[in-house]
């Protein structure tokens, strides 16, 4: 009898399919005409700018890896930046940004901001990481990529870091032209880390070394699980700033004090998040050795239900965090596989694990945004509430991140941007690639 069961994969394949299917979000949940990325992928929502830069930071692994041409690559690069560079900066409410700075979410049509949010200082950094790297890897003399180089230049110049201030020492988190800056600075270690290096190192308009400084000033160091790293809850803050930056090796006077770099800190939160869901604190059913991965993300919404005798509060988008929560069971995918360089001892089987509750193959983008087998699919399907819809922000960092652990790309890009490497520089960084005299600014 014929075995017609489907050949096994390889890790390599495994991840390259991953890899594929994330890239294919950005081929088709862009506009061609602006260069802007949906959000996620929900009829007439907005654009996310830090989609966006997840999506320029994604073109160079897509041409790398045959996903599309270096010249369509390049068009659309190139397509996206014309958008931002011409688009109308002021302090006016229909503006797509102001000092430099973009509004958290854009229509997708006009560019216009959307939805009354905040101007965005991480989102914008995020955005800016897409345009440095552009400006990186689009080296050739062909017309397009010396403008893509001019183009992200300028644009990363128009920054005003001084201004996101507002008069302190720290960065603010926004700004909205009704109210005014948010009330709220960026202090703790979080997903700012990329915020500060970026406004350290501008040419124009640059962070002083002491907002670096007060910045790290918050930071916690903790033990859990007999694992001492420097604390943050979401998973998330672990690894979006490695999207662009190398950390292996590489220490400012925090990790000089405490023996470690940012990168084996975010090796240790992702065994932190293993230990997690072995020692399962809150019971949930499916936690375990290959099944966690904890961190902001969509649930199944706001609602508590008794479940197996037990009353249990679910949420809706929520900045999930490990060890101290909140929790409702929710994993985000995604959030393992952006820690794939970090520890892919435990990351791989639980990738593949995954596959058992989303049944991967079976959707466009690779893995939904998020899973909970608690909670009951309404449609009875028996794992559990499964997110109908995909993220930009979640499939940028899963294709970049695959990538950087295969061949380091992006990371070995930044490591010639001479922008990076002044701020790294600035916020007292040595050590590893950075002691390279030929990478000195």
Not at 34 to 42: I, Q
Not at 211 to 219: F, L, M, Q
Not at 335 to 363: C, M, N, Y
Request: charged fraction near 20%; include cysteine; charge should be negative.
């Amino acid at each position: 009898m014929n075995d017609r069961s489907p050949p096994l994969q390889t890790d390599s394949q495994m991840l390259g399919a991953i890899q594929r299917g994330a890239f294919e979000y950005f081929l088709h949940e862009t506009n061609a005409a602006n260069g802007l990325v949906r959000d996620k992928t929900c009829a007439e929502w907005p654009a996310s700018i830090a989609a966006v830069g997840l999506g320029l930071t994604a073109y160079p692994v897509g041409v790398e890896r045959g996903f599309l041409t270096r010249e369509a690559a390049a068009e659309r690069t190139l397509t996206t930046l014309r958008f931002f560079w011409n688009s109308k900066q002021g302090p006016e409410p229909d503006a797509t940004g102001h000092m430099g700075f973009y509004y958290h979410f854009l229509d997708m049509q006009t560019g216009a901001r959307a939805w009354h949010c905040e101007l965005s200082t991480v989102d914008s950094a995020f955005l800016l990481g897409g345009m440095l790297i552009s400006a990186a890897y689009f080296d050739g003399d062909a017309p397009p990529e010396r403008e893509i180089r001019d183009l992200a230049e300028r644009l990363y110049a128009r920054v005003d870091w001084q201004w996101a201030r507002n008069g302190g020492v720290t960065v603010t988190h926004g700004w909205k032209p009704e109210s005014g800056f948010l009330p709220y600075r960026w202090e703790g270690y979080d997903e700012a880390l990329l915020v500060y290096v970026l406004g350290l190192g501008s040419p124009t308009h640059a962070l002083p070394p002491e907002s670096y400084r007060a910045w790290a000033s918050t930071y916690e160091w903790k033990t859990v699980y007999d694992i001492q790293y420097l604390y943050a809850g979401p998973f998330f803050t672990h690894q979006l700033s490695h999207v662009w930056i190398d950390f292996r090796g590489i220490q400012d006077a925090f990790m000089r004090q405490h023996g470690s770099d940012y990168f084996e800190n975010s090796r240790r939160a992702t065994f932190v998040q293993q230990q997690y869901g072995i020692r399962n604190p809150g019971g949930f059913e499916h936690y375990g050795e290959f099944c966690w991965g904890i961190t902001a993300s969509e649930g199944p919404g706001e609602i508590t239900r008794k479940i197996d005798g037990i009353e249990r509060r679910f949420f809706g988008y929520l900045a999930r965090a490990v060890p101290y929560g909140p929790d409702d069971g929710t994993i985000a995918p995604w959030a393992v596989v952006a820690s794939l360089p970090f520890a892919p001892e435990i990351v791989v089987p639980t990738i593949t694990d995954f596959k058992r509750w989303q049944r991967a193959g079976d959707h466009r983008y690779g893995f939904k945004a998020a899973f909970n087998p608690t909670f009951p699919d309404p449609g009875g399907l028996p794992n559990g509430w499964v997110s109908p819809w995909y993220f930009g922000i979640n499939e940028g960092p899963s294709i970049v991140m695959i990538e950087n652990y295969k061949s380091a790309l992006i990371w070995q890009l930044m490591h010639g941007c001479q922008y990076l490497v002044a701020g790294l520089r600035a916020a007292g960084f040595d050590g590893g690639w950075l002691s390279n005299d030929e990478r000195r600014p």
